[in-house]
């Protein structure tokens, strides 16, 4: 059962910026772009990460020291064990033949396997890619690497467009005919891309992040709207998903199911 | 009807579940105090069963009020679960309660937190006096809902039946651990945790068969309910009504209106009109 437990050893991690990380292990069973697996950092904690690199053997994850969970799997190098099951959720479905990818953040972890999909798939791809600063980007090179007409965008001007990235993906959408938006980065800026998406047919979907226990639908801890659950419903919602969750950019709940505004 | 600690983070999810065919569901066990459950892992899934340990996570019973208000707006029947530690938390937690649910349902058999739960729950002594000290302070019917990991499941539901229990609610999950072999560790977050499922489901039902020799009051079975067949089992144990937990899992959200389903063609082919008839019959 994909629901068990398959304790792994890293085969090889690469660390990608001062506090992002990538982790790669054997794992045979198929996934696609914005599932997640939910990986055991023995004795500290189990947290939902979403596939960064996808090879028919072997899966990686890619994150950023953020809490306890994050900065101990960190510390974690090849030979270590971790726990991983799933994969769990809906990915993206790379639907249209024009694709705008738009990844904030750490959101660039799960945005790069879905270009690399599309790319296979022979769709013309753009992507952006944004962070507060230079430093925060990775995986510059790897999506150099595909047929995608990259843009960067930095909040300084660090490098590439001087603001935020859906500022950069409005001026794209204005001057490009996209059929889809993809999207995965910080809530308020796929809210953001959303409302920008609202006004036309184009598709789009983003991937909600929500703290999560059981990851297979049980527990609720990570419901949104009217019991829809991120962890099997999600965490990648389209358009007309997101219609029916009012929580989306203005809410989430903390371990004990008390309510934080964004 | 739905069992305590799924599905039941906000008024959302139980409506989801009432229209998923429940006939009422059960709320997460509230405290007085905002607490944040165990750490993860808090799930895992074993050959023939699942274990968790979430620890009663909640956001205290001033936050939760609201989504019992949002709930209550609906038809649905709830019962709102309540732990504490002593009688005056529980007292205060149901009491709070009391307006916006159609029962109580009291937590004396979680097997993972310490201080709460099964630690109160298998002595005859606490479960009376608390039991009375909530029946006094509300006006919905209260459920006392035990463990089979006690000494005499009967003696302590007979407590509870004296202090003014309306029905009693078996079984919570079973105290277990699961030891992963290459980290050499409990799993579980909290190491200790419940066992559910399937693997469970005889144990209940003879805890069930045992309590309706001693009651008067109605029982409530749970415990790896996962078919009509599983329910009608209980309900010839001597259960009026069963709860689902784990097999929103193994069956899907669909679960509730698929064993009703099950239980009605159960009926037919077996021409029972009235599934009352069919409480305890093997005894």
Request: aromatic share 6%.
């Amino acid at each position: 059962m994909m629901d068990k437990i398959i304790t792994s050893k890293i085969i090889k991690d690469t660390i990608e910026n001062e506090c992002v990380k990538t982790i790669m292990f054997n794992h045979a069973e198929p996934i696609e772009p914005g599932q997640f697996y939910m990986i055991w950092i023995p004795g500290i904690d189990e947290i939902p990460m979403s596939v960064s690199v996808i090879q028919q053997k072997k899966k990686g994850i890619t994150f950023r020291t953020v809490g306890k969970a994050t900065k101990a799997l960190f510390q974690k190098t090849k030979n270590d064990i971790i726990g991983i099951r799933g994969p769990y959720g809906n990915g993206f479905s790379l639907k249209g033949e024009k694709i705008l990818f738009v990844a904030g953040g750490t959101g660039i972890a799960m945005i790069a396997p879905a270009v690399e999909q599309a790319i296979k798939k022979n769709k013309v791809v753009d992507v952006i890619l944004g962070a507060k600063t230079k430093k925060d980007l990775f995986f510059i090179n790897r999506l150099k690497q595909t047929k995608a007409t990259m843009h960067l965008s930095t909040d300084d001007g660090s490098i590439g467009f001087k603001g935020f990235a859906t500022e950069k993906a409005n001026e794209l959408l204005l001057t490009n005919s996209f059929d889809a938006v993809y999207t995965c980065g910080p809530e308020l800026m796929m809210k953001k891309l959303y409302q920008i998406c609202l006004k036309s047919n184009i598709i789009f979907e983003a991937s909600l992040e929500r703290y999560m226990k059981c990851g297979v639908g049980l527990c609720g801890q990570c419901v949104v709207g009217k019991g829809i659950r991120v962890c099997v419903e999600g965490p990648v919602f389209s358009k007309s998903m997101l219609k029916d969750i009012p929580d989306f950019g203005v809410f989430n709940r903390d371990a004990s199911g008390k309510k934080q505004l964004l | 009807m739905l069992a305590s600690g799924i599905m039941d983070e906000d008024a959302g999810s139980m409506l989801r579940v009432l229209e998923s065919g429940a006939g009422a569901v059960v709320t997460k066990s509230i405290g007085q105090v905002q607490r944040k459950g165990h750490p993860n892992p808090t799930f895992v899934e074993l050959d023939c069963g699942i274990l968790n340990a979430m620890g009663l996570p909640n956001p205290g019973i001033d936050e939760y009020i609201t989504e019992l208000k949002e709930l209550k707006k609906q038809n649905g029947i709830i019962i709102g679960s309540v732990f504490g530690s002593n009688a005056e938390e529980f007292t205060e937690v149901a009491f709070k309660m009391n307006a916006y649910v159609n029962a109580l349902e009291l937590n004396f058999s979680c097997p993972h937190a310490e201080g709460y739960g099964l630690e109160i729950g298998q002595n005859p002594k606490f479960v009376s006096e608390i039991t009375s000290s909530v029946v006094n302070a509300v006006s919905v019917p209260v459920y006392v809902k035990l463990s089979a990991q006690v000494n005499d499941i009967a003696s302590i539901a007979t407590a509870a039946e004296e202090a003014g229990a309306n029905a009693i609610v078996a079984i919570n999950t079973l105290k277990a651990m699961s030891i992963n072999l290459e980290v050499k560790k409990p799993i579980l977050g909290n190491k200790t945790g419940g066992y559910s499922g399937k693997a469970i489901k005889p144990i209940g039902v003879k805890a069930v068969y045992d309590l309706y020799d001693h009651l008067s009051i109605p029982i409530i079975g749970v415990g790896g309910v996962e078919t009509g067949l599983d329910a009608i089992e209980y309900i010839l144990a001597g259960a009026s009504s069963v709860q689902i937990g784990t097999a929103v899992y193994t069956r899907g959200i669909m679960v509730f209106d698929r064993i009703c389903k099950e239980i009605t063609k159960w009926m037919e082919s077996h021409n029972v009109q009235s599934i009352s008839d069919l409480i305890g019959v093997a005894h």
